[in-house]
């Protein structure tokens, strides 16, 4: 027995997936003009950051696929590294630092010194330095919470820089030692804590 379906299944789910777009897409503008919604889900729009820069986790950033054409570049490495992985220099590279105390203090320090002043201090992309660079300083706090973030990855993102990838990230492998570039990461990792 065949079953009749009077609109083809890819055509329902297809005509879903645009209704559910559009109404995310719609959300970021709503929430921030006040708009309906709980009160904490409102944006805060910080002068001086670009609009992707948002703090709700649940809402649309910057993709891959739909970045504005001057954020596409803070994309290129992670695309990079999706389609090919990281240099032959790079590859299995790991920390050779435990998350100690004092391995954290020591990567703050280098941190504070050397890329607070564009990525912020808890890696917002908020530092003063940073405020007019476009596209906008890497997201550190968020990235270090995804899959991605492994240890050979971070050592080519800041040894290497993004000037191959058209930001201003500057290359530190002539600048820092690769230990203190495990302490930074040791640093990030452990959430940006502060040198109190």
């Known amino acids: ?15 879903i997936a645009v209704t559910a777009l559009l109404a995310v897409a719609d959300a970021p503008a709503a929430l921030a003009q006040g708009g309906a919604g709980n009160p904490e889900d409102r944006l805060t729009i910080i002068p001086g950051l670009d609009p992707w820069n948002v703090e709700i986790e ?24 999706i389609q090919a992985g990281v240099p032959l220099e790079y590859r299995s590279r790991r920390s050779p630092f435990p998350a100690s105390p004092g391995i954290i203090a020591a990567g703050g320090a280098v941190y504070q010194a050397n890329c ?21 300083p890497a997201l550190l706090g968020q990235l270090m919470d995804r899959q991605g973030a ?9 040894a ?21 570039i495990w302490r930074v990461v040791a640093y990030m990792r452990a959430g940006f804590p502060s040198a109190e």
């Open 58 to 81: 649940r809402l649309p950033q910057w993709d891959l696929e739909n970045s504005p054409p001057k954020l596409e570049d803070r994309a290129a490495r992670h695309r990079e590294f």
């Open 1 to 15: 027995m065949s079953s009749f379906h009077p609109f083809p299944l890819r055509a329902v789910l297809g005509a």
């Open 160 to 180: 290497e820089g993004g000037g191959a990838f058209g930001t201003a990230m500057p290359a530190y492998k002539e600048t820092l030692q690769e230990d203190d």
């Open 116 to 136: 607070a002043d564009c990525h912020g201090a808890k890696g917002r992309g908020d530092g003063d330095a940073g405020l007019d660079l476009l596209p906008s």
């Open 150 to 158: 492994v240890d050979e990855y971070l050592l080519w993102s800041i």
